[in-house]
């Protein structure tokens, strides 16, 4: 929460330095990674934990989305569907919800190849 505030009290654009460095660290794996892992998380402390995985996100992801292709949203809207299929839906993992779920079906409706959008569903 810290970085968030740091982030947005700086004079300077954080697209100059934090895109770079998003190019060199894949976020969309984290994404995957974090919503798989977080059913391991203790209920009572789920809610907090999404609350600043969702604060962190919002600031990261649109610029990180734009460096992803359309099997990663995939996976990343998959690992949400996993986890949120069992269990309760709080504020912060609605937020991160939106921002994968929106930018898949951006993905989807931009593609330019329809046959591989296809694909996607059969697998």
């Not at 809207?77 to 951006?106: C, E, H, M, Q, T």
């Amino acid at each position: 929460m810290e970085l968030v505030t740091t982030l947005q009290k700086e004079s300077r654009s954080v697209k100059s330095w934090l895109a770079p460095l998003l190019h060199r660290i894949p976020v969309g794996p984290v994404v995957v990674v974090f919503l798989s892992s977080f059913v391991h998380v203790r209920e009572e402390e789920r809610e907090q934990l999404s609350g600043l995985a969702s604060s962190c996100l919002i600031v990261l992801w649109p610029l990180a989305v734009q460096r992803m292709n359309g099997e990663l949203l995939l996976d990343c809207f998959g690992a949400l569907l996993g986890f949120l299929f069992p269990n309760p839906l709080d504020a912060g993992l609605a937020k991160i919800g939106r921002l994968v779920v929106n930018s898949y079906r951006n993905s989807l409706n931009n593609s330019s190849n329809k046959k591989k959008v296809r694909v996607w569903f059969t697998i």
